[in-house]
């Protein structure tokens, strides 16, 4: 009997550890488990305003080492899913993960993670009254309540003749094969201890923790929102009822995603080097916003028309296989997509009809914050533009502020003298105008007045002519009213006549401002650029190669120069780049309401090496349809706007550009890891970027062990793609 009593105990406590394995899952709870009245709810849930600084900051407190993220050890040879299907006769390998091993503080929010993130109907739902935190309403409650299950076996799980406690053991930060970021807390099940007592016999039973059985975790993703070469929310030019812009010849290096549809020429060859996925949104309001979900209807346009399946319920890869099936038999567009993201909704080198709605960010406050320097690390802090600058020009440069003069081919990088610095200089501004000197146009005398002398002109007659303005933009006047300078370390100083000045403080890299007017790298030298080349040797570089700045100016940004690195990033074509260790300069240009815009004056294949976004506007050329043809817009990073904005024009008979720039983008594959909302709270100093909350976060894939392999849906075929 006693027996009996010690395996009936043993059970309790094998039911418990149950229970808190539901708590630490992705997998919701029933409304029945949950009581009348309550919708199914996700145990461990993270709010979709959490930042990404400040998980890291928690998972830095369950560590219990104070050891920053950045310092942890590295784990090369990391898989995260070893017993994944091979693509390419590989399973993905992150050789940049790094790991800690828990080490218990007793600290009351140590576990302040799991305090906030699981929610308070969880406890009671799946344990007894007496097993509960003390008081549910309060997160260090909840907090001490896992402090107590990881240290102590006396806690509130034990019972008179149980005995059950858990291991914190590690917590690994990597980087998925589909992008993003994600931290996986691994855990364990210590000793469970049963006694049963009866008739004055003692038996007693332990479950010992078998390391392949009893080991498990969760994690925490978010993915990438720089995962894109070009990522639009409308498919289409600002004012148009319908996705209106075709792909036809294209070539694009890295994978491209709309919310909405995308637009295929009948014949098209566009090739897509990284694949491309649309979201099929129907309900995209003015301002391009549908919550953090859309109405979906997987198709694409061809010809005027909706591709798309006949209305029922399908799978991903049902729409998938019919849809890029209907595509091939239209066009002959080339994809190159070796790893699908996710592999069970379409094949390789297949497009995602089906893909997940990307919610853009909705304000820019934390990049205001970070520039005042609340709520980042004492010492560290921002630049916001002054009230008398609208301009700001980055330059990497010697103790003197001379550009960089090397250049090395081979390595793609400018030679950096020992006392290099990152110099950012603040400017007034003022509006300039380029002139077409091949033709006159008739204006009245005030026109003619403020026309200079070079450009206007009167006849025999006395009338008045000037020559036509192609574009004007602003550009800088006179000195800097404002200058700073940030050497390798991130220690900020101040110019004051002569002298710098050290501020006290590190710069965190964000600089932040209203409407910034004009943002420029060094002037060109005189290296020669034939039109259409990316020439790099001919454009100092803006960046310093330890400096990772975010410019964030909320009604919009003006680009009037090359913004270039010291240390380029390599372009995804370029096979023969293979930079180890990857650069660490890096730039994000961001305006919540405003446009990011080119300036019509700027140089003839212009290099932009950044992350460029506007959430509710556009990335365009200003006047690009009257200014002359410049070559390409050659970008090495990232672009992401609401409306598809216009570089240029082109003769859609010779398919030659006839005005303004042509786009030669190239994914920056560094930005598949989601950086941060710009905070100040991570080192090096600055790290760029993401300007918005963690929406996107999915909380815990099922606390699955770790030797659980995922299975792939078969491909099934249906019913044909036919237009609306």
Request: charged share 20%.
């Amino acid at each position: 009997m006693a027996q009996y009593a010690a395996e009936s105990n043993l059970n309790v406590a094998r039911s418990q550890l149950r229970n808190v394995g539901r708590m630490l899952s992705g997998q919701d709870l029933s409304a029945e488990e949950l009581g009348s009245g309550s919708q199914p709810l996700t145990p461990l849930s993270v709010p979709a305003d959490t930042s990404v600084s400040s998980i890291e900051a928690m998972a830095v407190q369950f560590c219990g080492t104070n050891t920053p993220l950045v310092n942890w050890t590295v784990l090369p040879g990391f898989q995260p899913n070893p017993n994944a299907a091979p693509v390419n006769g590989q399973v993905y390998t992150d050789n940049n993960a790094r790991v800690c091993t828990v080490q218990l503080t007793g600290q009351v929010n140590q576990f302040e993670l799991l305090g906030r993130f699981i929610r308070p109907e969880i406890y009671t739902a799946l344990l007894a009254p007496r097993e509960r935190p003390t008081n549910l309403s309060s997160v260090d409650s909840r907090a001490a309540f896992w402090r107590d299950v990881f240290s102590n076996s006396n806690n509130t799980l034990a019972r008179t003749d149980s005995r059950l406690q858990l291991n914190a053991l590690q917590v690994i930060k990597y980087t998925p094969a589909s992008g993003g970021r994600a931290y996986r807390f691994v855990l364990g099940a210590g000793n469970v201890i049963a006694r049963g007592n009866q008739a004055g016999a003692t038996r007693v039973l332990s479950g010992s923790n078998v390391q392949s059985q009893q080991t498990w975790y969760f994690e925490l993703t978010l993915p990438s929102l720089l995962k894109n070469v070009l990522q639009t929310n409308f498919h289409r030019s600002r004012g148009s009822d319908t996705p209106n812009v075709n792909f036809l010849d294209q070539v694009f290096n890295g994978p491209v995603h709309t919310n909405e549809h995308l637009v295929f020429a009948n014949g098209a060859t566009a090739t897509f080097n990284g694949g491309f996925s649309s979201a099929g949104c129907t309900n995209l309001d003015s301002e391009g916003t549908a919550g953090w979900t859309c109405t979906k209807r997987p198709g694409y346009y061809s010809a005027g028309q909706l591709r798309a399946l006949p209305q029922g319920s399908y799978t991903p890869r049902q729409y998938n296989n019919s849809l890029n099936a209907d595509l091939d038999n239209r066009t002959d567009v080339n994809i190159i997509n070796p790893e699908p993201d996710p592999p069970e909704d379409y094949a390789v080198n297949d497009g995602n009809f089906a893909a997940d709605y990307i919610a853009l960010p909705e304000n820019a406050e934390d990049q205001r914050a970070a520039a005042n320097g609340e709520g980042t690390p004492p010492g560290e802090a921002g630049l916001i533009v002054p009230s008398n600058a609208t301009g700001i020009q980055l330059l990497a440069g010697d103790a003197n502020g001379n550009p960089l003069t090397t250049f090395n081919s081979s390595t793609t990088s400018w030679t950096e003298p020992t006392n290099t610095y990152q110099y950012i200089r603040f400017y007034s501004t003022e509006e300039q105008c380029s002139y077409d000197t091949s033709r006159w146009e008739q204006v009245n005398w005030q026109t003619y007045n403020n026309t200079p002398e070079e450009f206007r002109g009167r006849d025999s007659y006395g009338r008045y002519y000037r020559r036509p303005i192609m574009s004007c933009d602003p550009a800088m006047r006179g000195s800097p009213v404002r200058e700073y300078r940030v050497d390798s370390e991130g220690n900020l100083s101040v110019k004051s006549g002569s002298s710098w000045n050290s501020t006290g403080q590190k710069f965190n890299g964000v600089i932040y401002g209203d409407q910034i007017s004009n943002v420029i790298g060094p002037p060109r030298n005189n290296v020669s650029n034939p039109l259409g080349r990316e020439v790099l040797n001919n454009a100092p570089p803006a960046l310093a190669s330890f400096s990772k700045v975010t410019i964030a100016g909320v009604n919009g940004v003006r680009i009037g120069s090359d913004l270039t690195m010291s240390n380029a990033p390599c372009r995804l074509e370029d096979t023969a780049c293979n930079k180890n260790p990857l650069p660490k300069n890096m730039l994000g240009i961001y305006s919540q309401a405003g446009d990011l815009t080119i300036s019509g004056n700027a140089p003839a294949d212009l290099k932009i090496h950044a992350a460029l976004m506007s959430s509710e506007g556009e990335v365009r050329v200003n006047n690009y349809d009257k200014i002359p043809q410049r070559g390409s817009v050659h970008m090495r990073g990232a672009l992401i706007e609401n409306w598809y904005g216009p570089f240029g024009t082109f003769n859609p008979q010779t398919r030659e550009n006839q005005s303004g720039y042509g786009r030669n983008f190239s994914y920056d594959n560094r930005y598949r890891e989601a950086w941060p909302r710009l905070t100040g709270r991570c080192r090096p100093p600055g790290r760029p970027w993401t300007p918005q909350a963690a929406r996107d976060w999915k909380t815990c894939r099922r606390g699955k062990p770790l030797q659980e392999s995922s299975g792939e849906i078969t491909p099934q075929a249906h019913a044909g793609v036919h237009p609306d």
